[in-house]
Structure formats: structure tokens, C-alpha cells
């Protein structure tokens, strides 16, 4: 590949990794917070078990 | 010759000290993460709820402990300092890394197996498959390539500390010390709870942090001026990982695809996740969608490093042999992976410096207490309880996980002080990692999907593993490597030294030809493979 494609290619990489990280950091952030709620739930209620 | 852009021609205007404000927000978040080791504490009533958090992690708090923990200070500066020295071409490793989680998500390759097995530990799988003994070494070269591999991270956090605030190089062992203390502290009251706790904290902290320090480097520097200075600054090289020049080539990019797949798929912390999920629906939609953080991870430090080069080479430093700087106006010669650190210091406003110092130590804190956790809890389990059975009971198992977070940290500060790496951070973390994932992933890899696996060749396999050594400077040396000439294909940055990526991928090959000749030559007795199995599931 040339030089310009390398270039090309490394931006176009770069803002739709970052455009696919923002949407999911939105989604973990909300739905992590339930899942912390689950999860201490679970823990109060003795859920694990020691298999 | 490219000029600088006349906004950051002048160093000196740039420089902002880290102010009360930005300590104020570090000490909030500090206090607050000792607040949660307490709380966790009070939920921690079992092996299983220290260890795996009761196997209760739903699939978005997956991905958030498991990018909290993978996405550490260590790695921000260590990506950063690729990015620093190779340019656009050190991207390569995000991409890869990105695309072999992608595959893990969506094949299930081991981690489904693993969770299947509903063990708690990798060794412990060994015992399952093969015997006892198999586990007993495994877990012994696991802890060993793993805590040999947190060596540097003490001190590369706080090399982060001490470069961002401006404090005095001396310092740094005062830093250490103060960062391991509160990292186990939180780490021994509260175990995986705490964990996970701390990596949800740190993924939304940093995942913003990190975003928008991308955006805030291009919209300060533009991305055709950084193409432009590289480019001049660094040659065409700089762009093409596979170009002799670049300082990576085939090889190197071939040892990434190894490392893309077991940093997900066989490294212990990583793993720990997904045997601390709910089912394996859970843990396949977690690396689906963990692939965009495990691409992340890499790519946005890179970035960030070949941004800091270009603000420091618009600042008017100088660079030195091996990507050294000298700033603009000083003597001091500062090691490449202060490069980030210093832009960040130079870049951003008094508070912003503050809340993205925090988010770093939150990065910091987060890999510690996973490693920590990871390698006490493995030499507990998988090495004190099946050689004692007296010191298998869960309680003993806990009270000697404990006893090990404690004095692995110790040892990381010691490590910390004594080592003076003679290769980048992220090599060095290859080589290391290797001493136990390139026995590990044909161990498991075969455990799981081939059925005539025998246990001599599962232990060969794993000491074949422990060649990887070879890999470190040191080691070359001590064993008179150094010195011939081993040509431009085999030695790329020219020191005297092998490549540390061709043992790498030398010593997987060697495993697995072992793996194959002692199963084949050495085949399991199915009387005693039988009772291995019965005593394992007791």
C-alpha cells in the first residue's frame, strides 16, 4: 500500500473506533449500573455458590 | 522541515502547574476508593464472592471490569510510548488486538470452554483435564511470568504521577510506595467485589477522559499537521507496520496477533471475567462486544503518544537516540514514556488536569487490584492447597490470598526500584507473558479440543513455555547472546539483541511440537486419566 492509503486508512480506523467506543461506553455505563445493583442482590442473598 | 504551529511555537506560555484544585479532585477520588473497599468488605461472605464476586457479573458490567482492568495506567503509557517511537504504524497492535478478541467473541474459542468447566482459576482446568501435578506447575509458571510481568507496573504509574504533577524525579519512590499502599489496602478488604466496583468507576471516568482527550489533540494540533510532522520527523516508514524501517515488520506483527489473542482469551485477568459470568451467553456477548474495547485500548494511547511527539517536536524539543527528549529551555533527559505525561501537564486547564489525573490512577489502581488478586489467588489455590491439603478449606485459601496480595506488592515495589528496562515497556510485558502463555495456550488449546492431549505432553508443553526468557535483555546477556551479529531480520532495532517477538513466537512453536510428540509418544493410561478426573471433581 501506498503511503497516502496507509494514512487513509489509519484515520478512517481511528474515528470509527472512537465513534464505536463512545456508543458503547453510553450503553456499559447505564446498563453496568443495574448490573451493580443485580450483583449486590445476588451477593446479599448468598446467590454464589462456592462450585 | 515542518514548522510548528504558531499556537504552541512557545513552550514556556504552555506550562501550567498542577494546581490545589487538580490535588482537591485527586484526594476526593483517592478517599473515595478506600470508601468502597470498606463497603465491599461487608458483601464478602465466601471463596467464591472474594474470588469471582459470586459468578453474578451481568454482560455490561462485564465489559466494564474487564476493559477496567485491561485498559490500566501501564497500558496508556506503554501504548503511548509505541505510538511515541513508531508513529501511525504502532496502530497495527490495536487493530489486531481488536480483531482476535472479535473472534474469541464470536467462536467461543476457550473462554466458553473454560466457563463450562466452572472452575475458578486456569490451573485448576489443568487438573480437571489432566492431574494434579500438571496443575501444581502450571500454577507455578503462571505466577511466576505474571507477577515478573507486574514488575514494572508500580513503576511505570508512578513515573506517570510524578511526570504530570512536575514533581521531582526523586520522589518516585515515595509515590510508589503511597500508590501500593492504598492499592492494597482496598484490594485485601474488599476482593473481586472491590474489583469490579473500582473498574466500573474507572471505565466511566476514563472512557470519557480518554475520548476527549483524542478530540481535544486533533482539534489542538489538527490531523493533517500531525500526519505532516511525522511524516517529515519519522519518514514514510512511520505509517507502514510492515516496512523494514518502521521498527516493527512481519514478524513483529505476526508476534501481535499471538499476544491480540491471549491477552484476551488466555490471560488470567482477563479470564477471571469470564468465569466470574453469569453463563456463557454472558461470556460470549462480553468479548463480542469487549473487542471495541480491547482495540481502544491500544489505539487511542498510541494515538495520543504520536500527539504528544508532535506537540513536543511544535514545543521545539529535542529528541535524542532511542525517542529521549530534552525540553525546550532544560538539560534533563526525559525517558519517551514521559512523553505523554508531559503533554497532558502542558496541555490541559487546571481542573481538567485534576479529573484525568484521577482517571488515570483509577486506571492505575484497577489493573493492580485484578493482577494482585489474579496471582495470589492462583498460588493459593492452585499451588499451597493441592501440595497442603491442611491449607485447602476456604477460609485458609482466603487467609493465604491475602497474605500474597501483600507480599507480591512488596516485591513489585523492589522490582520497581531495582530494574532499569533495556527494551520498551510493551516488550518487555511480551516477553514476560510469555514465559506462561505460550505453554498455557497450547495446554488449554489442546485440553479443550483434542482429545488425545496426554498430561506428559500438557507438562512439556508448559516448560517449553518457560524458554521465553530468553527474551529479556538481561537474560541475553547473562547467557552471552549479545554481541554477533544477528542481522536486520532477526535483531530490527539493532542492539546486539534477538528480537524479543521472534523467541516469542520461537518458544510457542517449540510448545507446541513438544505438545504433539508427548501426547503421542507418552499417551495418558485411561485407568488413570479416570481416577484424575473422579479425584478432580471431589
Given amino acids: 500500500m501506498s503511503t497516502e492509503t496507509w494514512i487513509t486508512f489509519w484515520q478512517v480506523v481511528l474515528y470509527g473506533a472512537i465513534a464505536a467506543f463512545a456508543v458503547l461506553s453510553v450503553w456499559v455505563i447505564i446498563a453496568g449500573f443495574g448490573d451493580i445493583k443485580r450483583m449486590f442482590a445476588d451477593l446479599g442473598g448468598g446467590a454464589g455458590s462456592d462450585d | 522541515m515542518v514548522p510548528p504551529l504558531p499556537a504552541l511555537a512557545s513552550f514556556a506560555e504552555l506550562t501550567s502547574s498542577f494546581s490545589n484544585v487538580d490535588t482537591a479532585i485527586v484526594v476526593i477520588y483517592l478517599l473515595a476508593s478506600v470508601a468502597i473497599g470498606l463497603l465491599a468488605n461487608r458483601f464478602i461472605t465466601g471463596l467464591t464472592g472474594y474470588l469471582v464476586a459470586g459468578r453474578s457479573l451481568g454482560t455490561a458490567l462485564s465489559i466494564a471490569t474487564m476493559t477496567g482492568s485491561e485498559l490500566g495506567l501501564i497500558t496508556v503509557m506503554y501504548q503511548a510510548q509505541k505510538g511515541f517511537t513508531g508513529g501511525f504504524a504502532a496502530l497495527h497492535i490495536g487493530l489486531i488486538a481488536g480483531a482476535a478478541t472479535l473472534f474469541v467473541g464470536l467462536s467461543g474459542f476457550i473462554v466458553v470452554g473454560l466457563r463450562r468447566a466452572r472452575v475458578m482459576t486456569i490451573p485448576e482446568y489443568y487438573e480437571q483435564r489432566f492431574d494434579k501435578h500438571t496443575r501444581v506447575l502450571g500454577g507455578t509458571f503462571l505466577a511466576l511470568g505474571g507477577i515478573l510481568n507486574m514488575g514494572l507496573f508500580l513503576r511505570v504509574g508512578s513515573q506517570f504521577v510524578v511526570g504530570v504533577t512536575g514533581l521531582d524525579g526523586t520522589m518516585l519512590t515515595v509515590v510508589m510506595v503511597a500508590l501500593l499502599a492504598l492499592v492494597l489496602f482496598y484490594t ?31 482539534s489542538n494540533l489538527g490531523f493533517d499537521h500531525i500526519v505532516e510532522v511525522m511524516r517529515a520527523e519519522r519518514g514514510d516508514a512511520s505509517f507502514d507496520p510492515l516496512h523494514a524501517g518502521s521498527g516493527f515488520g512481519p514478524g513483529y506483527v505476526a508476534w501481535m496477533g499471538v499476544l491480540g489473542l491471549v491477552s484476551c482469551a488466555i490471560w488470567p485477568t482477563a479470564v477471571t471475567r469470564a468465569l466470574a459470568s453469569r453463563d456463557e451467553g454472558v461470556v460470549r456477548k462480553q468479548f463480542t462486544f469487549s473487542s471495541i474495547s480491547f482495540m481502544i485500548r491500544f489505539l487511542l494511547p498510541c494515538f495520543l503518544g504520536i500527539a504528544a511527539f508532535v506537540f513536543l517536536f511544535d514545543a521545539g524539543a529535542t529528541f535524542l537516540e532511542g525517542g529521549a527528549f530534552v525540553l525546550p529551555g532544560g538539560t534533563a533527559e526525559n525517558e519517551s514514556i514521559l512523553g505523554l505525561p508531559v503533554f497532558f501537564r502542558e496541555l490541559l486547564p487546571i481542573g481538567v488536569l485534576g479529573l484525568l489525573t484521577a482517571a488515570m490512577l483509577a486506571a492505575f489502581m484497577s489493573t493492580h487490584d485484578s493482577y494482585l488478586l489474579c496471582w495470589a489467588s492462583v498460588i493459593a489455590r492452585d499451588i499451597i492447597a493441592p501440595l497442603k491439603p491442611s491449607q485447602s478449606s476456604d477460609d485458609r485459601q482466603l487467609w493465604w490470598t491475602r497474605v500474597f496480595i501483600v507480599l507480591i506488592g512488596l516485591y513489585v515495589l523492589y522490582w520497581g526500584i531495582v530494574y532499569e528496562p533495556s527494551q520498551d515497556v510493551w ?54 547472546m549479545t554481541g554477533p551479529n544477528w542481522g536486520t531480520f532477526l535483531d530490527g532495532d539493532g542492539n546486539g539483541n534477538l528480537d524479543a517477538h521472534w523467541i516469542g513466537l520461537g518458544t510457542l512453536a517449540f510448545a507446541i511440537i513438544v505438545m504433539i510428540a508427548g501426547s503421542l509418544l507418552f499417551p495418558d493410561d485411561p485407568d488413570s486419566t479416570l481416577s484424575a478426573e473422579t479425584e478432580a471433581t471431589r
Avoid: N
Fill in chain 2, 188 to 218: 485485601v478488604m474488599g476482593g473481586m467485589v472491590s474489583v469490579v466496583l473500582t473498574d466500573y468507576v474507572q471505565f466511566c471516568v476514563l472512557s470519557i477522559g480518554l475520548i476527549a482527550m483524542v478530540v481535544l489533540a486533533i
Fill in chain 2, 427 to 480: 516488550d518487555y510485558l511480551g516477553v514476560t507473558g510469555a514465559i506462561y502463555f505460550t505453554g498455557a495456550i497450547v495446554v488449554l488449546g489442546c485440553g479443550l479440543y483434542w482429545k488425545r492431549a496426554s498430561r506428559m505432553g500438557a507438562r512439556a508443553a508448559l516448560w517449553a513455555g518457560l524458554s521465553a526468557i530468553v527474551g529479556l535483555g538481561p537474560v541475553q546477556e547473562a547467557l552471552g
